[in-house]
């Protein structure tokens, strides 16, 4: 039994993750690439009532997300929108609106796994085959090769590197080429990284 994909994932997490900016992100998510969302206490909007995950637009605090890092870790939120909603909502109670901390922004990660795939960012992942219904791909090859692979030539460079590889091998040992996707092999792999507290192998 598997957990289901993460609901969210925050900023910082997101940036780390594709090797970008706060910055970078703020302005693709201006441009309509993503969705930033966050979580309010319920505001009044002009005679509506909202509350829960909303989206905000990034330009509207843009302080927080500098790309120097001197800005507040804080801002004042004052246009949002329903997840569920076209339009945008002003807050009109409290009037100086609600406050967001920069912790607290994050990317849906339907979003983020359609970001992904969008700009290919590991890779072949958006062209994996997936794992079948017949579980047909060799898991327990998978970590045998695992194995030889930290004993003969140590970590490599990142999380991202080691999916592609594992992909590359898995399509070298098969008739037609066919790996798995992303996701199924970082499940797999995810209990080693952990096992091994792997963050980036040291120069």
Not at 21 to 48: F, H, N, Q, Y
Not at 98 to 118: K, N, P
Not at 130 to 156: C, K, N, Q
Request: glycine share 10%; aromatic share 8%; proline share 6%.
């Amino acid at each position: 039994m598997s957990l289901p994909q993460r609901v969210f994932y925050t900023i910082h997490e997101a940036a780390a993750r594709w090797g970008c900016t706060i910055s970078d992100i703020a302005g693709w998510a201006d441009m309509g690439s993503l969705r930033i969302v966050t979580g309010i206490p319920p505001v009044e909007c002009d005679g509506k009532r909202a509350g829960g995950m909303v989206q905000i637009r990034p330009m509207d605090i843009i302080p927080i997300f500098r790309r120097c890092g001197t800005g507040p870790q804080s801002a004042h939120l004052q246009r949002i929108r329903p997840l569920e909603e076209k339009e945008w909502l002003y807050i009109s109670a409290p009037e100086v609106g609600v406050v967001v901390s920069i912790g607290d922004v994050m990317i849906l990660g339907e979003d983020l796994q359609l970001f992904e795939d969008a700009h290919n960012l590991f890779g072949r992942i958006a062209e994996g085959a997936g794992l079948s219904e017949e579980g047909d791909y060799d898991w327990s090859a998978m970590h045998v090769e695992i194995t030889r692979r930290v004993f003969e030539e140590g970590l490599p460079a990142s999380q991202g590197a080691w999916v592609r590889e594992l992909q590359d091998w898995f399509s070298a040992q098969s008739e037609d080429g066919t790996f798995p996707d992303e996701r199924s092999i970082r499940r797999r792999l995810k209990p080693i990284l952990d096992a091994l507290k792997f963050k980036r192998p040291k120069r």
